[in-house]
């Protein structure tokens, strides 16, 4: 099944607003109903695709005949551009500027080489497509002709060590398919994004993905132990030990590198076996500083929850932190934050971990609320983009960006985005609701997790452009890292380029050009043109 080519994921799953939302929408941000409705994909006016027929051809044959080609309408608009709120708002408008000119179809390794000389041979830049989850503008590259390498044909498990407990994956494997596949195993990835229902296993490694239960299973990019990617110069195979001191680490060279240097075509991975239990329970903290420390407190000392995630006052009192009860809960009596902890592993460890993390939340101020705000959180942990999509219906815009610091700077992060968000927004007409929440702890910091909820504005992207910008400068000269685990793409290539300072992208660069001379794949994501 392909997801929603105009919003997110299954359509079937779409609900209108609660009547308590609409009504804080209209009377909180003066959030109007949208004059115009979304076009018809049918009615969005493509032109034919530029390719001529000998490239078409090449490309047949490349891999393995014309149905694995395609240059209608209709599989070019579901390959256009990524799932950010710029994104849905353009597409929802008919904008197709950005359309791949085909979407290939590869079916193995051999094939995504060949793919590689045929584009090499006829000028045409490649964009590797995964789940097409990119909130960052992955998958629109600079403008030019491309085609969009769709990698769902390549969903295979390819091998379970058990006694290594690691696993080979395709990289066009979803992540509940790679899951159930796994499950036979006796194993899971324990990898949980809130993308989970429809990224690919290629694209958690591409972007550095961290899933919501990354306090327990760690980041994806920590459970990558090898790659097998194809370039247009050839093979590249990273990996071949749990930890070496051969030299630097070429898997980090990849990891993250969201297809500008390579199409990564296997993936080997760290499973653990299945848990025997799941526990999650709700935690009450009077402000986000008092839960924002409980947090750390736990990181650094222990014991680590499995899952471990605190919502601001706003964001408690919206009710975000679980998006699927949202609008139904007593707003008077949420004052406070709210915290998330979750447990997984066997009987035994799963109750002696909770235990133990509750005396240091109770010691650190926390109250216990019980199971059902913890059971709610993980039964709507993947609604929130579906709620995007009925805030945008309604009218409102509503958008997420997320970064990540040290603990000491947290604080200054966290105002100073804050800060950055409202001002803006709020000098152009539209103050907005900004809400925050810690998803992902470490020993040494956490990252910060904002979504900003306003009017529309009469052009809503170009209105929410200046925002945007004023929160990534304030991530900078507050030390935060412009992306946590959404990436780089387009959307924050200018601020990543300052982060990673004049010779670290030189050196990006001098990689960019042994391994992709002709600069094919992915032109102007991560690393803007020389």
């Given at each position: 099944?392909?997801?929603?080519?105009?919003?997110?994921?299954?359509?079937?799953?779409?609900?209108?607003?609660?009547?308590?939302?609409?009504?804080?929408?209209?009377?909180?941000?003066?959030?109007?109903?949208?004059?115009?409705?979304?076009?018809?994909?049918?009615?969005?006016?493509?032109?034919?695709?530029?390719?001529?027929?000998?490239?078409?051809?090449?490309?047949?044959?490349?891999?393995?005949?014309?149905?694995?080609?395609?240059?209608?309408?209709?599989?070019?608009?579901?390959?256009?551009?990524?799932?950010?709120?710029?994104?849905?708002?353009?597409?929802?408008?008919?904008?197709?500027?950005?359309?791949?000119?085909?979407?290939?179809?590869?079916?193995?390794?051999?094939?995504?080489?060949?793919?590689?000389?045929?584009?090499?041979?006829?000028?045409?830049?490649?964009?590797?497509?995964?789940?097409?989850?990119?909130?960052?503008?992955?998958?629109?590259?600079?403008?030019?002709?491309?085609?969009?390498?769709?990698?769902?044909?390549?969903?295979?498990?390819?091998?379970?060590?058990?006694?290594?407990?690691?696993?080979?994956?395709?990289?066009?494997?979803?992540?509940?398919?790679?899951?159930?596949?796994?499950?036979?195993?006796?194993?899971?990835?324990?990898?949980?994004?809130?993308?989970?229902?429809?990224?690919?296993?290629?694209?958690?490694?591409?972007?550095?993905?961290?899933?919501?239960?990354?306090?327990?299973?760690?980041?994806?990019?920590?459970?990558?132990?090898?790659?097998?990617?194809?370039?247009?110069?050839?093979?590249?195979?990273?990996?071949?030990?749990?930890?070496?001191?051969?030299?630097?680490?070429?898997?980090?060279?990849?990891?993250?590198?969201?297809?500008?240097?390579?199409?990564?075509?296997a993936v080997t991975v760290r499973v653990r076996p299945q848990p025997q239990k799941r526990i999650y329970e709700g935690w009450r903290f009077?402000?986000?500083?008092?839960?924002a420390a409980a947090l750390r407190r736990l990181a650094q000392d222990g014991p680590r929850p499995t899952v471990l995630r605190l919502s601001?006052?706003?964001?408690?009192?919206?009710?975000?932190?679980?998006?699927?009860?949202?609008?139904?809960?007593?707003?008077?009596?949420?004052?406070?934050?709210?915290?998330?902890?979750?447990?997984?592993?066997?009987?035994?460890?799963?109750?002696?971990?909770?235990?133990?993390?509750?005396?240091?939340?109770?010691?650190?101020?926390?109250?216990?609320?019980?199971?059902?705000?913890?059971?709610?959180?993980?039964?709507?942990?993947?609604?929130?983009?579906?709620?995007?999509?009925?805030?945008?219906?309604?009218?409102?815009?509503?958008?997420?960006?997320?970064?990540?610091?040290?603990?000491?700077?947290?604080?200054?992060?966290?105002?100073?985005?804050?800060?950055?968000?409202?001002?803006?927004?709020?000098?152009?007409?539209?103050?907005?609701?900004?809400?925050?929440?810690?998803?992902?702890?470490?020993?040494?910091?956490?990252?910060?997790?904002?979504?900003?909820?306003?009017?529309?504005?009469?052009?809503?992207?170009?209105?929410?452009?200046?925002?945007?910008?004023?929160?990534?400068?304030?991530?900078?000269?507050?030390?935060?890292?412009?992306?946590?685990?959404?990436?780089?793409?387009?959307?924050?290539?200018?601020?990543?380029?300052?982060?990673?300072?004049?010779?670290?992208?030189?050196?990006?660069?001098?990689?960019?050009?042994?391994?992709?001379?002709?600069?094919?794949?992915?032109?102007?994501?991560?690393?803007?043109?020389?």
């Amino acid at each position: 099944m392909d997801m929603l080519w105009s919003g997110w994921g299954d359509p079937a799953k779409a609900a209108p607003l609660p009547d308590p939302v609409t009504a804080l929408l209209r009377d909180l941000l003066g959030v109007k109903p949208r004059d115009t409705g979304t076009l018809a994909l049918e009615e969005i006016p493509l032109p034919e695709s530029p390719l001529d027929t000998a490239a078409l051809r090449a490309l047949a044959a490349a891999v393995g005949g014309e149905a694995h080609v395609r240059t209608d309408a209709e599989s070019r608009i579901r390959h256009t551009r990524g799932k950010s709120t710029p994104d849905l708002l353009r597409i929802r408008a008919g904008d197709v500027v950005d359309a791949p000119a085909a979407v290939v179809l590869p079916a193995t390794h051999a094939e995504v080489l060949a793919v590689l000389r045929v584009c090499g041979e006829h000028s045409l830049a490649v964009v590797p497509f995964g789940g097409g989850t990119s909130v960052v503008g992955g998958l629109a590259p600079e403008r030019r002709v491309f085609v969009a390498l769709d990698l769902r044909r390549m969903d295979a498990l390819l091998d379970v060590d058990p006694i290594s407990r690691t696993a080979t994956l395709q990289p066009g494997l979803r992540a509940p398919d790679a899951e159930a596949l796994l499950a036979g195993h006796g194993f899971t990835l324990g990898h949980f994004p809130q993308s989970y229902e429809w990224a690919t296993i290629g694209g958690f490694a591409a972007a550095r993905s961290s899933g919501q239960a990354s306090a327990g299973y760690g980041r994806f990019d920590e459970m990558v132990l090898g790659l097998t990617v194809a370039t247009p110069e050839g093979t590249l195979e990273v990996g071949r030990a749990p930890r070496s001191a051969a030299g630097p680490d070429l898997r980090q060279l990849i990891l993250g590198s969201e297809g500008a240097f390579g199409v990564i075509t296997a993936v080997t991975v760290r499973v653990r076996p299945q848990p025997q239990k799941r526990i999650y329970e709700g935690w009450r903290f009077a402000s986000f500083e008092q839960g924002a420390a409980a947090l750390r407190r736990l990181a650094q000392d222990g014991p680590r929850p499995t899952v471990l995630r605190l919502s601001d006052e706003t964001e408690t009192f919206v009710g975000l932190a679980q998006p699927d009860a949202i609008g139904s809960a007593d707003l008077s009596a949420n004052a406070g934050c709210t915290a998330i902890a979750g447990y997984e592993g066997t009987q035994e460890e799963t109750e002696r971990r909770r235990e133990q993390a509750a005396a240091v939340l109770r010691a650190a101020g926390g109250t216990l609320l019980g199971a059902e705000p913890g059971e709610r959180w993980a039964h709507g942990r993947y609604a929130a983009p579906y709620l995007r999509d009925s805030l945008l219906d309604a009218g409102a815009f509503a958008e997420t960006l997320e970064t990540a610091a040290f603990w000491s700077r947290i604080p200054e992060l966290y105002a100073a985005v804050r800060t950055a968000l409202t001002e803006t927004l709020t000098a152009a007409g539209t103050p907005p609701l900004v809400m925050c929440h810690i998803s992902h702890v470490y020993e040494n910091g956490a990252s910060l997790y904002f979504t900003v909820v306003g009017a529309q504005g009469e052009d809503a992207v170009a209105h929410w452009a200046p925002a945007k910008a004023a929160a990534c400068e304030a991530v900078l000269n507050a030390g935060g890292t412009i992306s946590h685990h959404h990436g780089v793409g387009t959307d924050h290539r200018d601020w990543y380029v300052r982060e990673a300072g004049p010779l670290g992208v030189e050196a990006l660069r001098a990689v960019k050009r042994r391994l992709d001379p002709d600069g094919l794949l992915n032109p102007g994501v991560l690393l803007p043109k020389d």
